[in-house]
């Protein structure tokens, strides 16, 4: 049994996650702008959006995540463990593998919009630069904006 493995146990054996029913009932007490600020929170490390592109080409344990994800076993295990506290992450067990999937299919949505909304900043921001560099060196480009002063 790999470390990864024995370290998925110890944390299994802490106790259970909490229920999908849980979380759900936890979320109704508190305005939609606040749950939706905790879902982000969650998805806001590296290696959870790592362990989630992972994911979407289906289940994986955690003997797999380690190498594509890039972290010790055990942080690797804190992070599955955030994310399946939050509902984003589901458990089998397979033998002696724990095998993780996604929840619902449409996280791997949410990071394509996520992907496109930085991929266009990206090219505005490039655009911008060879603008600024051409004005910079005096080659012609756009004229200067002309303000309300002029």
Known sequence: ?????????AEQASGPPASARAVREAAASRPIYQVKAEFFKTLAHPARIRIL???RDGECSVA???????IEPSHLSQQ?????????????RDGGAVRYSVTDP??????????????????????????????????????PRRTGSD
Request: glycine share 8%; hydrophobic share 45%; proline share 3%.
């Open 106 to 143: 449409r996280i791997f949505e949410l990071l394509e919009v996520a992907r496109a909304i930085l991929t266009s900043s990206l090219a505005e921001s490039s655009q911008l630069l060879a603008e600024l560099r051409q004005s910079a060196s005096g080659a012609p480009g756009r004229s």
């Open 1 to 9: 049994m790999s470390f990864a493995d024995r370290q998925e146990r």
């Open 53 to 55: 592109e992972l994911l």
């Open 80 to 92: 599955l463990g955030i994310l399946r506290r939050a509902n984003i992450l589901q458990v089998r």
């Open 64 to 70: 797999q995540l380690i190498p594509g994800v890039g």
